[in-house]
């Protein structure tokens, strides 16, 4: 099928590419088919969640591991269900990355919302947003 995207153009999508969100994402529970776009290169950072149904409507999401934070997420039993989860192998957490207004010295800075990852079966290409309300995590800061 082929769907013209207001941020990436024309593009020939593949049905068995799309990525189903049966609950939809946080704010957006209407639209629940993605796909999934990455930067040209062979390790990219950023990826991008178009959505199907809505072309003016995409997420940034990048590895958590890009700001230093592993996740070890319990899923519950209608969860695992809601993905269809047979080996946690299946399993990709990426989080949504924003870019906040400029800063009193002009530089922009992106931040990424922590409690509310996205869990992709990649196996399955069922996904869901997790928000978690109590967030235990060790930080540590890294002075440039």
Known sequence: MKIQFTHFGMHEIDPE?????????????????????????????????????????????VDPAQFGLYYDITLTDEETALLKVES?????????AYKQNSDTAGSDNVRANINGPVIINARTRLGMQKVL?????????KNG
């Not at 946690?88 to 949504?96: F, G, K, R, T």
């Open 133 to 141: 309300v109590e967030l235990k995590a060790n930080i540590t800061l």
């Open 88 to 96: 946690e192998n299946d399993i990709a957490v990426m989080l949504i």
């Open 17 to 61: 590419s799309i990525l189903t969100f049966p609950l939809g994402i946080a704010g957006f529970e209407n639209l629940t088919r993605y796909k999934l776009f990455h930067e040209e290169k062979e390790q990219p950072i950023v990826y991008w969640l178009q959505a199907i149904d809505d072309p003016d409507v995409a997420f940034s999401v």
